[in-house]
């Protein structure tokens, strides 16, 4: 069965950083794009980034919104993808999804999320 | 930066149709995917590629597509169906995955 856990997600001071992990199970990480997907309390969803998969150098591509703060990295031995976000501020508590596209385009599993609050 | 833009809700009684749309510049140029989204579930694709539907997805799902516009269209709706539903494209030009707002759809 394939699945996306995502986990590593609590209370963050503002300023400071975060590391989630997604674990994938069910298929190998490597053959695909994977991206990273938000949504703050009571908005819509958005994407934060990409990385592609080992095909194509695991090429990564992150929204405007975080740019410069943030970055996707995967590690093969544990089928795992990573987000790294830093000097975090209120505007990142969201709930944060791990996403597998297929044939590079839809997304077409998700993990349930892991929620981040970014509060002093 | 590219745009879609969903009404906010759509209210529709049992039984009746929902359309929701989705505006974009140019859309008839791209692949639009659509998602359900339940509160406190993992987002689910519903319609990818413009219309096609994956396995599992009741066939009361379509999708269409028309100038400046995509419409997910869904049939003899029932109260399950009551959830966040996003349209998505890709936006070749800025390398980067685009959201619409989002449209509640309520069952009344």
């Known amino acids: 069965e394939v699945q996306l856990v995502e986990s590593g997600g609590g209370l963050v001071q503002p300023g400071g950083s975060l590391r989630l992990s997604c674990a994938a199970s069910?298929?190998?990480?490597?053959?695909?794009?994977m991206d990273w997907v938000r949504q703050a309390p009571g908005k819509g969803l958005e994407w934060i980034g990409r990385?592609?998969?080992?095909?194509?150098?695991?090429?990564?591509e992150y929204a405007a919104s975080v740019k410069g703060r943030v970055t996707i990295s995967r590690d093969e031995s544990r089928n795992s993808l990573y987000l790294h976000l830093n000097s975090l501020k209120t505007e990142d508590t969201a709930i944060y999804y791990c996403?597998?596209?297929?044939?590079?385009?839809?997304?077409?599993?998700w993990g349930q999320g892991t929620l981040v609050t970014v509060s002093s | 930066s590219y745009v879609l833009t969903q009404p906010p809700s759509v209210s529709v009684a049992p039984g009746k149709t929902a359309r929701i749309s989705c505006g974009g510049n140019?859309?008839?140029?791209?692949?639009v995917h659509w998602y359900q989204h339940r509160p406190g579930q993992a987002p689910v694709v519903v319609i990818y590629?413009?219309?096609d539907r994956p396995s599992g997805i009741p066939e009361r799902f379509s999708g269409s597509k028309s100038g400046n516009m995509a419409t997910l269209t869904i049939s003899r709706v029932v109260a399950g169906d009551e959830a966040d539903y996003y349209c998505?494209?890709?936006?070749?030009?800025?390398?980067?995955?685009?959201f619409g707002g989002g449209t509640k759809l309520t069952v009344l």
């Open positions: 998505q494209v890709w936006d070749s030009s800025s390398y980067h995955w685009v």
């Open positions: 990385s592609r998969n080992k095909a194509n150098n695991f090429i990564t």
């Open positions: 140019n859309i008839d140029t791209k692949s």
């Open positions: 069910g298929f190998t990480l490597s053959d695909h794009y």
């Open positions: 996403s597998r596209e297929r044939a590079a385009s839809v997304f077409d599993q």
């Open positions: 590629y413009d219309y």
